[in-house]
């Protein structure tokens, strides 16, 4: 059964250009979480999507978006990048509640 | 604001001793987890205690939850190279309709050869 995959493996931007990052859950998942990992910080909550519908949101800017297709694939998008966002982005998938499991991660450099 | 907070923040054994790292919490959860991250890459779900269990084992893993201390800890036992990584603890909690995972810092785990 394939894992949580996202997509690019990397990605460089420069401040003020917008940034889609893209995930696929385990199939059969419904309920997908973007994270933020920034060097030297733990694991922030970012966005929670399940069935469509955004469930919770992490204390982030508006900026910071996304949506949940049909498929249950999801998109993260960060408008006007700026050089603090620079960081591991992490996707992850559930079917209800409990274990999450994560995807290997998008890093996102902004110059 | 309640979050899961990893002690110590680094450790460093030798190959075949036993690895001890500790969580703590401030609020009423549902369940712990521990998840493993090498190297800046994803996270693997290691294990997950509710908070009416006491103790699990998996493997050479051992997670024990005292909830009146509000801490967990993660035990490695006959630690191997391999074993080296960041672990992480997870703590749901219930936030109004919805749960919420609040993460931890991590303990870096290094087990030399």
């Known amino acids: 059964e394939a894992g949580v995959t996202q997509s690019p493996t990397h990605l460089i931007k420069t401040r003020g250009q917008q940034a889609t990052l893209r995930c696929s859950p385990i199939s059969g998942h419904t309920s997908v979480y973007w994270y933020q990992q920034a060097l030297g910080l733990g694991l922030q909550f970012l966005l929670w999507y399940d069935e469509g519908e955004e469930r919770n949101r992490g204390n982030f800017p508006p900026r910071f978006s996304g949506r949940q297709f049909p498929n249950y694939s999801s998109e993260l998008n960060v408008n006007a990048l700026e050089l603090e966002d620079s960081a591991l982005y992490l996707c992850?998938?559930?079917?209800?509640?409990?274990?999450?499991?994560f995807g290997p991660g998008t890093r996102l450099t902004v110059l | 604001s309640q979050q899961g907070e990893e002690d110590p923040q680094a450790l460093s054994i030798q190959e075949g001793e036993n690895a001890t790292m500790n969580c703590s919490y401030k609020t009423s959860i549902n369940n712990l987890q521990w998840y493993r991250q090498n190297s800046g890459r994803g996270l693997v779900h290691l294990i997950l205690?509710?908070?009416n269990e006491r103790e699990k084992h998996s493997g050479r893993l051992r997670v024990t939850l005292d909830t009146s201390k509000k801490s967990s800890s993660l035990l490695i036992t006959a630690s191997r190279a391999a074993d080296t990584a960041s672990y992480f603890c997870?703590?749901?909690?219930?936030?109004?309709?919805?749960?919420?995972?609040?993460w931890g810092l991590g303990t870096s785990l290094a087990v030399n050869p």
């Open positions: 205690i509710r908070s």
């Open positions: 992850a998938s559930s079917l209800g509640a409990d274990t999450q499991y």
């Open positions: 997870a703590t749901e909690i219930n936030a109004g309709n919805n749960r919420k995972l609040i």
